[in-house]
C-alpha cells in the first residue's frame, strides 16, 4: 500500500546551519506531494507541495524536489532561523477510486538554537 | 476569509461526559475531515466529509460521531468521553476535485483532556 517515512526527530541544529529532513513514500500512479509545517501551539499550514516528477516545491527559503527514481521528497533549507522551530509533516495525496487519500508522516522536530 | 474555525479551544471533560466540538470553514470546500494528534503518533484520520449530507470513516472512527448537514460545518461529537481520548483535535478542509493537488486548510486545534 501507499506509505510516507519520514526522518525521526528530534534535530536540533544552530542558527544558520543547512537543514535536511529526509522523506521518502511508496505509491503507485502520480501522487502530489506536501510539506506542512506546525508551529508551536498552532495547527499544521502548508509549507510547500509538488504535484509530478521533477517538480520543485519552494517557499520561505525551504525547497523540496519530487524525486521518482528515489522515491523521495527531502526538505531543504540553507541557513535555518530560530523562527523556523516547528514540527514538519511530509504527506502524500493519491486517487483512490472516486476519492482523494491523503497519508501523512509522523512528523519531525526541529528545533533551533540562537 | 476567516479560514477554519474550531472552538473550544481548551476543554476539559470527566469520564463519560459528551460534547460536541465545533469546526466551520468559509472556502466552500467540499471536503472536511477531523484528525487527532497524539505524540509519537502524527496525525490520524477520525472521520472525513466528501459533500454535505456524505460522511465517512477514517481510521480511528470509534466513540466519535459526525454530521455535515451544511458545506461549512463539520461537528464532531464526542458520545461518551474516555481517558483514550485526550488528544489535541484538528478539523482541516479542502477542495476536493480531481486533478487538484489536495491541499488541506487546517484549524488552531482543540485540546481536549479527559479525566
Redesign the interface.
Known amino acids: 500500500g501507499n506509505s510516507v517515512t519520514q526522518m525521526e526527530g528530534p534535530v536540533t541544529l544552530s542558527e544558520e546551519a543547512f537543514l535536511t529532513i529526509n522523506c521518502t513514500y511508496t505509491a503507485t500512479g502520480y501522487p ?1 506531494l ?1 510539506w ?1 509545517v506546525q508551529y508551536p501551539g ?5 509549507l510547500l ?1 509538488a ?1 509530478k516528477a521533477d517538480d520543485k516545491g519552494s517557499n520561505k527559503g525551504f525547497e523540496a524536489t519530487y524525486r521518482k527514481e528515489t522515491t523521495s521528497f527531502h526538505l531543504e533549507k540553507g541557513s535555518v532561523q530560530v523562527s523556523d522551530s516547528a514540527v514538519y ?1 511530509c504527506a502524500l ?1 493519491y ?1 483512490a477510486g472516486n ?2 487519500k ?1 497519508i ?4 519531525t522536530s526541529l528545533a533551533v538554537n540562537p | 476569509n476567516a479560514g477554519v474555525t474550531q472552538t473550544p479551544k481548551f476543554q476539559v471533560l470527566k469520564t463519560g461526559q459528551s460534547m460536541t466540538l465545533q469546526c466551520a470553514q468559509d472556502m466552500n470546500h467540499e471536503y472536511m475531515s477531523w484528525y487527532r494528534q497524539d505524540p509519537g503518533m502524527g496525525l490520524r484520520l477520525i472521520h472525513y466529509s466528501v459533500g454535505a449530507g456524505i460522511t465517512d470513516q477514517g481510521e480511528v472512527p470509534n466513540g466519535y460521531n459526525v454530521s455535515r448537514s451544511t458545506t461549512e460545518d463539520f461537528p464532531l461529537r464526542l458520545l461518551s468521553a474516555a481517558p483514550s481520548q485526550t488528544s489535541v483535535y484538528f478539523c482541516a478542509s479542502s477542495y476536493s476535485g480531481f486533478g487538484t493537488p489536495y491541499e488541506q486548510y487546517f484549524g488552531p486545534g482543540t485540546r481536549l483532556t479527559v479525566t
Open positions: 502530489s506536501f506542512y498552532e495547527g499544521l499550514q502548508l507541495k504535484t509533516f495525496s486517487n476519492n482523494r491523503l501523512w508522516g509522523l512528523g
